[in-house]
């Protein structure tokens, strides 16, 4: 996928942590948008290992803080009136 389309999440001592700027250092490791808005639990898991709900916890703030025109575009279409 085009990496306009994913997320990054960059590996620290302290943990993981959501690169939405693309600029930390470290390790990365890639989200597609539409899996990031919609986080399988045992991909995550598998992805994550022990830092998965740290993980989980850090995208759905993000999905909190999005816009909901943001949201549609990560894959989690906004509820239609």
Known sequence: MPQAQLVRFAQLP????????RKLGGRGT?????????????????????HAQEVRA?????????????????GNPASEA
Not at 14 to 21: E, H
Not at 30 to 50: V, Y
């Open 30 to 50: 890639w989200l597609c948008a539409s899996c990031a808005a919609n986080p399988n639990e045992k991909r995550l898991r598998q992805a994550f290992k022990g």
């Open 58 to 74: 850090q995208l759905d703030a993000a999905l909190a803080h999005a816009s909901p025109a943001a949201q549609g575009a990560a």
């Open 14 to 21: 302290d943990g993981y942590r959501l690169d939405l700027a």
